[in-house]
């Protein structure tokens, strides 16, 4: 009973400090070839910037109706950067080739087809020498308690997470 009402509380507080937030009519379905959708500039901070003059450009191509979730395009010419990563990111390299250094010094070159994933709240130094051009899944990090509710709901369900399955 206790952790129900524990639940419940949580559950209330996350209520409350949500925006009134009217329904977002959304397609069932949002697709389009990547070189359809109109790319606009997309500066890279300049304080990140190492080497080069990189010059990134992105295009929306989706978004979820509660805002947590989004895809895109983004194409980025030479230069090196470090990158933070607000969201859980998961790229597919398009076109080109980046080499990327995660903050525990895991290095990684990520090539055409190539698929990487970024956790949210961490930075990465990308190096890029030519072109590069990916699809980037984001996805935003849900706050502590609703983690734990997951995670709960998960074992009472006798459903813990295990690498590799999908989410539920």
């Known amino acids: 009973m206790a952790l129900k009402m524990m639940i419940a509380t949580a559950a ?3 209520l409350r400090q949500m925006p009134d937030m009217k329904p977002v009519k959304q397609s069932p379905l949002v697709a389009h070839a990547p070189d359809d959708l109109g790319m606009e500039d997309a500066p890279i901070e300049p304080t990140w910037i190492i080497a080069g003059t990189p010059k990134a450009r992105v295009a929306m191509h989706s978004r979820s109706s509660d805002d947590t979730a989004s895809t895109a395009v983004w194409d980025c010419t030479a230069g090196e950067f470090r990158w ?3 969201w859980d990111e998961t790229v597919v390299i398009l076109e080109g080739e980046v080499h990327v250094t995660a903050e525990d010094g895991t290095q990684r070159v990520l090539r055409t087809g190539d698929i990487g994933y970024f956790a949210g709240g961490t930075w990465a130094t990308w190096r890029i020498d030519t072109y590069l051009r990916k699809i980037a899944f984001c996805r935003k990090r849900f706050p502590t308690p609703v983690v734990l509710a997951y995670r ?11 690498p590799g399955r999908l989410a539920a």
């Open 152 to 162: 709960l709901r998960n074992m009472l369900r006798g459903n813990p997470a295990t």
């Open 12 to 14: 209330a507080m996350m």
């Open 84 to 86: 933070f990563f607000d």
